[in-house]
């Protein structure tokens, strides 16, 4: 800074109208920049108590993190248990062939035979080598216990209701049971 002192305040004069020809300023600290600032032992130890403060802090956002990430895989594990422990010999269907489905699947450890969904355009694709079917084709909805991985449900029950499948007996909703 102090090589182009003289340029710098030429120009703060000139084009910016400083007529102390002070270029660059701290405002927050109340001294041009390009003086040297000699802290006193308190500033010092302030700025180091300060630094090892937020690394402290940062140290415990990490471990924070680490045990958020380990609780979400036990309930995601409990959650599983819990919503498959009624489909007994069923076979495990997802239905809706969305973002959703995609991510449970990578979550979930169970075997899943089918994805079913509205849209028979995506009939005969497969997500992660598991084949989605049009739900006009399904035959027998009593063979496969159902999980709806979409999160606006609401038309999808109607339509399981209307096939007199019992929401827990016959299908279950993720939303209800991961986060």
Not at 41 to 66: G, H, M, Q
Not at 115 to 141: L, R, T
Request: glycine share 4%; net charge negative; with cysteine.
């Amino acid at each position: 800074m102090s090589q182009f002192k003289i340029e710098n305040a030429l120009i703060a004069r000139e084009y910016l109208g400083q007529k102390d020809g002070i270029l660059f300023f701290d405002s927050k600290m109340n001294y041009p920049v390009d003086e040297l600032h000699v802290s006193s032992s308190f500033e010092r130890d302030l700025v180091e108590t300060l630094f090892w403060l937020i690394s402290e802090e940062n140290k415990k956002v990490r471990c924070l993190k680490a045990e958020l990430v380990n609780m979400k895989r036990q309930n995601d594990i409990l959650a599983e248990k819990m919503m498959l422990q009624k489909h007994k010999d069923k076979k495990l269907a997802f239905w809706g062939a969305g973002q959703k489905c995609r991510e449970l699947i990578e979550r979930m450890k169970a075997s899943i035979c089918l994805i079913i969904d509205n849209d028979e355009q995506k009939d005969g694709e497969n997500i992660k080598g598991i084949d989605i079917i049009f739900s006009g084709k399904v035959i027998d909805w009593k063979e496969y216990y159902i999980v709806v991985t979409c999160m606006i449900t609401e038309a999808i029950e109607e339509q399981l209701q209307a096939l007199k499948l019992v929401k827990e007996e016959d299908y279950a909703l993720a939303k209800d049971y991961f986060v």
